[in-house]
């Protein structure tokens, strides 16, 4: 048998995902544990599945680091290692035309609560981290110190349609009043933009004649179950690979993006 990966899960709401995972690790589907669950925000109740399955929770309030951050900016412990110029020029969160006031109070916001939660993730010694509905977009400053090597990505999501269609918050909402005939869901690696980063897999229903957003919702939401699991065990084999791959566009431009190779898994 495979030795279990250490997995970190991190959600807002309700947590079915989380608990699919959970399920698939009790049911030894998963070369995989999960070992701590944490929210942005303490009343995230799908935290009371993870302490009803035994497993350590936390919650660092995005809210009150924003609210304390923005009634007395000057008041605030930055990271020793937080860098504003570094990790502006690397962010692909905000546009590059958004007011610099803006962007330095979003990453630095954000950097404050993001070194809460590696302190609280560091001790257990994580392999994955999985963002399960987590809605929260990580700045390159938590990217970069989770993923130490930047060829092997470690933070996982699962967006509800098919990336790179409908990025944002609400992507079932977004596929049905778009009018598509087709859904999905994706599970790709965290990058510095929002739900641009390399695809692991996805998975796709018919939107039918009759259906309503709720309806897409549900079906949606039963191939996420399925997917993510899927997708966390081909990571415990070492099976994704990212590669770069170039092409050459009719016009001559030269195209490189990172993606996710699925290798054989070794006899
Ligand atoms: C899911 O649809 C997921 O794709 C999206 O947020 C929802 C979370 O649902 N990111 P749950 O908290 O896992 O029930």
Redesign the pocket.
Known sequence: MRPKIRIGVL??????????VIDSTRQGRIDAEVVVVGADRNN?T?LDRARRSGISTFAVDYGDIIRQYCSSPDNRTLPPDFDLETIKRKQHLLSADAPDEKVNTFLTTRALAESRLLDQLEPFELDLLV?????RNFTPYFIDRFNADADRPRIM????ALLPAFPG?D??GDTFRYGCKVAG?TVHFIDYGEDSGPIIAQKTFAIEENDTLEQV?EK??AL??QLYPECIQLFAEGRLHLVTVTHTLDNGQIVQRRIVKIVQEKE
């Open positions: 959600i807002s709401g309700s947590g079915t995902n989380l608990q699919a995230a799908g963002l399960a509905g987590f809605m999501n699962i967006h509800p918050v992507g079932y869901c919702r949606g939401l996420e179950w």
